[in-house]
């Protein structure tokens, strides 16, 4: 198997030292948060790959120090200082450390690329099992990406930085040293103000909530619910429906709402919504589940963060409540806090690329929203925000709440004992 390697140059984003050719646009602060958010959105993309192929991520930073960048990012990369020198020789440096400690191929990239995402850096490394070279162009005349096989020290030598010839120069520093380089699809910097509108641009387009709510018959919930739903303007609306017989699907066409079909199962009904959203953020929803007021602008707070892999809200029931609904919510807030183990009822949401590198939602009868947090906080925090989603206290109704606690309990306790998800769904 190959060791792949990512390393992020990036910057603790200071007031008055990061993004100082932006400054006279956004003010030393908003300099400062604009290096902070594209580098925590770089190594969001990075943590996909690490997710889907097992790449090692290191963070190369200036400012600050290692606690600093880990109370920052988290504590999941591997932090090292650049040290001393121009870009060329804390490259070469980091370079070095890499083949030097068993990488077979390397990827060095700065926080400045936005539009860099992990469609391109997987490309990034697949190129280095044919070339011994690679770069990823910039519309400047520089590279946002340099891809390495070997250690080529010549690389990083006697190179004008932040010059549009860079990326020329270095090409033929390569060719010099035996390499021929393949070039990637060329990509814009945010480095001058007149770049902002294209981060901007891109900005909103990561921050899109796309909700995916799946029915089978759920007609007397599901008008309630869109209109919520609806009332924060979210990106779109997906009823990933899995056979309906009643009203549900003339509701979802009235209200606008984006209709996939698909197979029954929940699973396999979100798997199918999530694959038509365009979203940058998914929303998991429950048909008889109200969100928040302000869930959209909740839900991008809450995935801004690198640190955080996915998210839900606090639990709390509608009415009409019944009896020991307070115990309910105070059992759930206790799983929260402790074990990080939202369910579906609470709405689940998650970055659009971290849900398809996690491997989406298992197909399966029962326990999917389960199996899927538990995967997720294997990579990051699974935060859960204060405001209440409100859900349908029918289950609790029907079956009382002490014998329906108990019974989730037992349905737990069978999925962490390996029992399979077709023999726990009878069990319901």
């Not at 690329?113 to 990034?124: G, K």
Request: hydrophobic share 40%.
């Amino acid at each position: 198997m190959l060791r792949e390697r990512l390393i992020l140059f990036t910057r603790f984003p200071i007031a008055g030292k990061a993004k100082t050719r932006l400054i006279p646009a956004l003010g030393a602060e908003g300099a400062a948060e604009t290096q902070r958010q594209m580098t925590e959105l770089a190594l969001c993309r990075a943590v996909s790959l690490f997710i889907a192929r097992g790449v090692r991520i290191e963070v190369r930073y200036e400012g600050g120090d290692e606690e600093a960048m880990r109370d920052w990012l988290g504590p999941k990369p591997c932090y090292r200082p650049q040290g001393e020198g121009d870009l060329g020789q804390r490259i070469d440096r980091a370079t070095n450390e890499a083949f030097t400690e068993g990488c077979d191929s390397l990827v060095i990239i700065g926080a400045d690329c936005p539009r860099l995402d992990e469609t391109v850096l997987s490309q990034a490394f697949d190129a280095l099992r044919e070339n011994e070279v690679i770069f990823g162009p910039a519309q400047d005349g520089g590279y946002y990406l340099v891809g390495l096989r070997r250690p080529v020290p010549a690389l990083f030598q006697d190179i004008e930085w932040s010059t549009a010839h860079v990326l020329s120069d270095s090409i033929e520093k390569a060719r010099a040293s035996g390499s021929q380089p393949e070039l990637l699809v060329t990509l814009p910097d945010v480095d001058e103000p007149h770049d902002l509108d294209d981060w901007h641009a891109l900005q909103t387009q990561v921050e899109r909530v796309s909700v995916i709510i799946p029915t089978v018959n759920e007609a007397a919930h599901l008008a309630e619910t869109l209109r919520h739903v609806a009332a924060a303007q979210p990106h779109e609306i997906i009823i990933a429906d899995g056979g309906s017989t009643d009203e549900t699907l003339v509701i979802a066409t009235a209200a606008g709402a984006q209709i996939v079909c698909s197979g029954r199962g929940r699973g396999l009904q979100m798997n199918n919504g999530a694959q038509h959203a365009t979203g940058g953020l998914l929303f998991f929803l429950h048909a008889d589940t109200l969100p928040p007021t302000n869930y959209t602008q909740a839900i991008r707070e809450s995935m801004r963060s690198s640190k955080n892999m996915a998210g839900a809200f606090r639990f709390a029931l509608r009415e009409p409540r019944p009896a020991g609904a307070a115990l309910i919510e105070r059992f759930t807030a206790c799983r929260n806090h402790h074990h990080q183990l939202p369910y579906g009822d609470q709405g689940l949401f998650v970055r659009r690329a971290h849900f398809a590198a996690l491997g989406r939602y298992p197909e399966w009868p029962i326990l999917e929203d389960v199996d899927f947090i538990c995967r997720a906080r294997l990579h990051g925090r699974i935060v859960i925000h204060p405001a209440a989603a409100e859900t349908s206290g029918r289950r609790w109704q029907q079956a009382g709440v002490i014998r329906t606690m108990l019974r989730h309990q037992l349905i737990l306790i069978g999925y962490h004992a390996g029992l399979s998800p077709q023999r726990l769904a009878g069990w319901r």
